[in-house]
């Protein structure tokens, strides 16, 4: 899955930061921020010093292929599906 791109971001507070996983909080009025991407690179976020909450919405894909370890092998792996809300610290 590819991460870069656009997301929201907004320097958080503690009720903020406790509601962030919630999958219908309104990041509306969230700053757009490059990912890849330092948040001190977008004007809005210059001298904040943090914590800063980052959030994007991913839609679901299909299931990915199982791809073979080797040729001559019976070993698959199997790439992981994100099913509903991640969160990441």
């Given at each position: 899955?590819?991460?870069?791109?656009?997301?929201?971001?907004?320097?958080?507070?503690?009720?903020l930061?406790?509601?962030?996983?919630?999958?219908?909080?309104?990041?509306?009025?969230?700053?757009p921020?490059?990912?890849?991407?330092h948040?001190?690179?977008?004007?809005?976020?210059?001298?904040?010093?943090?914590?800063?909450?980052?959030?994007?919405?991913?839609?679901?894909?299909?299931?990915?292929?199982?791809?073979?370890?080797?040729?001559?092998?019976?070993?698959?792996?199997?790439?992981?599906?994100?099913?509903?809300?991640?969160?990441?610290?």
């Open positions: 899955m590819e991460l870069s791109g656009e997301w929201r971001a907004v320097v958080a507070d503690d009720a930061r406790r509601r962030a996983p919630e999958p219908d909080l309104d990041d509306g009025s969230w700053y921020i490059p990912v890849p991407g948040w001190r690179s977008v004007p809005a976020f210059a001298d904040s010093d943090g914590p800063v909450l980052y959030r994007r919405r991913f839609e679901p894909s299909a299931r990915p292929q199982r791809a073979s370890r080797g040729t001559d092998s019976n070993e698959h792996l199997e790439s992981p599906v994100v099913s509903d809300v991640v969160i990441t610290y």
